[in-house]
């Protein structure tokens, strides 16, 4: 887990999904459930708030 949010902390810090698709785009890093660390390599992965809506909605459902 640490690795992936790592390594697409560096691609979204470096504006990559932007670049290529045109907007920003949060990575949800998960498993079979959306466990803590999961959760905490999401929030990691997405230091410019990409991931908000996703844990927006996912407050609807915990």
Do not use: C, W
Request: glycine share 4%; net charge negative.
């Amino acid at each position: 887990m640490d690795l992936t949010a790592f390594a697409v902390r560096k691609l979204q810090e470096e504006r990559f999904f932007n670049k290529v698709f045109g907007k920003d785009i949060a990575v949800i890093i998960h498993g079979y459930d959306y466990e803590d660390v999961e959760l905490e390599a999401t929030r990691q992965a997405n230091p410019n708030n990409q991931a908000k809506e996703f844990f927006s909605a996912l407050k609807l459902f915990m």
